[in-house]
């Protein structure tokens, strides 16, 4: 089915043609512009939506497409560390989505949560009215399931760092899927248990044992022809099961871990180190041949009719403009300018997007990933922001009226407080 055969469909057999579309096409086939079609063909057959709740549809459609988002699947190692690869694909591609998802924020939806998943939790703002009718934002939304193994561990109260926060790149291979389970077994022990595999069956698994003894713990180490590898004040046995194949276990503690699957000896080691010590994130410039079409936010809003008022007037230095777009609705007052930046010498990157609705209470709820860190609030110019942390990534995301705003990226918390002090709208 065609795009011109999917948008002549009614609303109800639109969403569902679409969905049908996208179980049945291939990456290399997957055409960004049918899509988009279909969400304005649905903005024109119902131009006046009712508010969208978009915590349950995404709930629904991750129910429902359960290979695809497998244990609400997150990249992002303590939490789960994204890959290089992924980290760098993330930010090549982010100009090339971006008209889809602005288009989907149009219609209410909340792409970027969506494709963002990866942490230990998730903060969910509103722009206009959660289900109680009150503004405002709840914390770690997804109670029912773990986004990875160590939010599992969290979940129980396991302090004791046990999973690895490295993530090996397949070469020639689909990024590696996720799954994560927490059972009960008979004699009392929990067992947590983190599951990687390739679309070709490759793949690892991580298994985190909580014994009633350190000395039943213990006895989960697997030593006979294992070669014993000392780091950070722990010893791993590391054991060859085949070519390719390596297994590896340890004990600290009343906590049992083991580690099996397809690696070579150095990346066994690397995932030993990773238990207790995280990988230091690496920086990779993006793209900059192609100038953007706006060189500032300020640009880009007064392009699509927004109030530079509520831009930032000072930016860390460093930062140079690397992409931007813009979208309007035709069937409805919604809008939304983005910029994304860059500072090669500072070695970080730095997102600046804001929406404006005529109509508040119509416009969906935003879902930012985070860490372990407390959300930051605090009070400027009469309004709440929130400072949301996520590894190397801190956004300062707030709500006014039909107005919202979010500007993130390798920000120090002083660096938000100082932008947000730099809006004219809010000046003190």
Not at 70 to 80: A, G, H, I, L, Y
Not at 350 to 367: E, H, K, M, N, R
Request: with cysteine; net charge negative; hydrophobic share 35%.
């Amino acid at each position: 089915m065609d795009k011109e055969q999917l948008t002549s469909l009614e609303p109800e057999a639109l969403v569902e043609a679409l969905s049908d579309w996208l179980d049945q096409t291939e990456e290399a086939d997957f055409d960004p512009d049918v899509p988009s079609a279909c969400l304005d063909a649905l903005e024109e057959k119902v131009p006046d939506l009712p508010p969208f709740d978009a915590a349950a549809a995404e709930a629904a459609f991750r129910a429902r497409h359960r290979d695809i988002f497998p244990q609400e699947v997150s990249p992002e190692r303590r939490p789960f560390r994204l890959r290089r690869g992924l980290r760098r694909f993330a930010a090549l591609a982010a100009a090339a989505v971006l008209c889809v998802a602005l288009a989907g924020q149009g219609a209410g939806l909340d792409l970027f949560g969506s494709l963002a998943r990866w942490s230990k939790g998730e903060f969910l703002l509103t722009t206009g009215q959660d289900l109680e009718g009150q503004e405002g934002y709840t914390d770690n939304i997804w109670e029912d399931s773990y986004s990875n193994g160590q939010a599992a561990l969290d979940a129980y109260g396991v302090e004791e760092p046990m999973f690895p926060t490295w993530n090996p790149a397949w070469e020639g291979e689909d990024f590696p899927g996720l799954e994560v389970t927490v059972t009960q077994e008979a004699d009392g022990t929990v067992l947590f248990v983190e599951d990687h595999r390739t679309s070709s069956g490759r793949g690892y698994t991580f298994e985190v044992r909580q014994r009633e003894s350190a000395q039943a713990a213990q006895a989960d180490v697997e030593t006979q022809d294992a070669l014993a590898y000392d780091f950070d004040g722990r010893t791993y046995y590391i054991r060859a099961d085949g070519p390719g194949q390596y297994t590896i276990t340890w004990s600290a503690d009343r906590w049992s871990g083991r580690i099996y699957g397809d690696m070579d000896l150095p990346s066994a080691k690397h995932f030993a180190r990773s238990v207790t010590q995280r990988d230091k994130y690496c920086y990779e410039p993006p793209d900059m041949s192609v100038p953007p079409e706006y060189e500032t936010i300020q640009e880009a809003m007064e392009a699509v009719g927004i109030d530079t008022a509520y831009a930032p007037e000072w930016l860390p230095e460093g930062f140079v403009p690397v992409a931007s777009d813009i979208y309007r609705s035709e069937h409805r007052d919604y809008r939304t300018a983005h910029l994304f930046c860059t500072d090669v010498e500072g070695e970080r990157n730095l997102s600046l997007t804001f929406s404006l609705s005529s109509d508040p209470t119509a416009t969906g709820s935003t879902v930012y990933p985070k860490d372990d860190t407390p959300v930051v609030e605090f009070q400027q110019g009469g309004v709440t922001f929130y400072i949301i942390s996520n590894l190397e990534w801190k956004t300062v995301a707030w709500t006014d009226g039909g107005l919202s705003g979010s500007i993130g990226g390798g920000l120090t918390e002083e660096e938000c407080r100082q932008i947000v002090a730099s809006i004219p709208r809010y000046a003190q």
